[in-house]
């Protein structure tokens, strides 16, 4: 969605412009004018079930079982944006995250539950196209007045998954 776009570019602008010129704009434009590139990424083939809303708050235990609720996001996609969305997420709250540790777990078991060979650079690649586009899409709006270590953290996620993507 163009206005979604132009929205969400508009409020890492303010973000942005919040911190005096201590990051890079014209890394904030290319990403705009190349957001479109992750769609490819995330809509090819194969596609899972995705929770939608994945987060630390969504998983509930009994101390023996983890249970996730808040199924109202539910979708077909490339269900690494749920470990994506998670880790972004895990890193707002300020939990600690082994991002290597999870994606290689993560693939093991999609390649043991799928009975093919998920290729961990595919998953990179598909985690670094949902990192941008959640990034991109979504954060600027609950960094405003955010100390700059918040906002580098986000920025930064957001180049480097540009990076991977070849965007930059």
């Known amino acids: 969605d163009k206005e979604f776009t132009r929205n969400s570019y508009q409020a890492w602008v303010e973000v942005l412009e919040e911190h005096e010129e201590k990051f890079d704009r014209n890394i904030l434009d290319i990403i705009f004018e190349n957001i ?48 994506s969305f998670f880790l972004s997420r895990g890193m707002g709250f300020g939990i600690p995250m082994d991002e290597e540790r999870l994606l290689s777990y993560y693939c093991e078991r999609l390649s043991e539950y799928k009975g093919i060979k998920v290729e961990p650079e595919t998953l990179k690649k598909e985690r670094s196209a949902s990192n941008l586009l959640t990034t991109f899409s979504f954060w600027a709006y609950y960094l405003k007045n955010a100390s700059y270590e918040s906002v580098f953290g986000h920025f930064q996620a957001m180049e480097d998954a540009a990076r991977v993507l070849n965007i930059l």
């Open 36 to 83: 479109g590139k992750v769609c490819p990424v995330l809509n090819s083939d194969p596609q899972y079930i995705c929770h939608g809303d994945f987060h630390p708050e969504n998983i509930l235990t009994d101390g023996k079982h983890l249970y996730i609720c808040d199924w109202q996001g539910v979708s077909i996609g490339k269900s690494v944006g749920d470990i």
